[in-house]
């Protein structure tokens, strides 16, 4: 802010929670194993998933999966790094790092 006679500056290091949306964590809830992958990945959780999507670097979605399967294949997938989204029916997320062999 300026007035005549003084700059004022406001700084801040986080943001205010007015600002932000708070999003509960799945963290610790949730188990994706192996991890590295070669073939398939499993997850493991007590918590009903709604979604699970599998996502690149980038954030580009690749591939959709049933939450209901908590067993799935990324045999065909080139190697390298990629992201596990995750999502209750509660609006819960969390997005966990996987890497393929």
Do not use: C
Not at 79 to 91: C, H, I, K
Not at 95 to 101: M, Q
């Amino acid at each position: 802010m300026v007035n005549q006679a003084y700059i004022h500056v406001l700084e801040l290091s986080t943001l205010p929670d007015w600002l932000s949306v708070k999003q509960p964590k799945l963290e610790g809830r949730v188990s994706i194993y192996p991890n590295p992958a070669k073939e398939t990945v499993s997850i493991e959780t007590d918590v009903i998933l709604s979604e699970i999507y599998l996502t690149d670097q980038l954030g580009k979605r690749i591939r959709t999966f049933n939450p209901i399967e908590k067993q799935f294949s990324v045999a065909e997938l080139p190697s390298g790094m990629y992201f596990l989204e995750l999502m209750t029916e509660q609006g819960e997320k969390t997005t966990v790092k996987l890497v393929k062999e």
